[in-house]
């Protein structure tokens, strides 16, 4: 028996950003704007742990964190 105090999992569509929750427009393939950019280790160390490798980071995110 639970009595609440377990944390809930997280859990973001394959199509959102793990950030911010806006789409990602990830395309899952090589030709998308993704496979293109570089994503510093420090941006990825922002998303959740459980969230990691389970949706790409957004165009948006990725330039705010880079600029």
Known sequence: ???GSEPKPIYVAASECPLCRQSNRCEGNESC???REKFPKELIALVPEELQGKACICEKCLHAFTR
Do not use: G, V
């Open 1 to 3: 028996m639970s009595d």
């Open 33 to 35: 704007w993704c496979s």
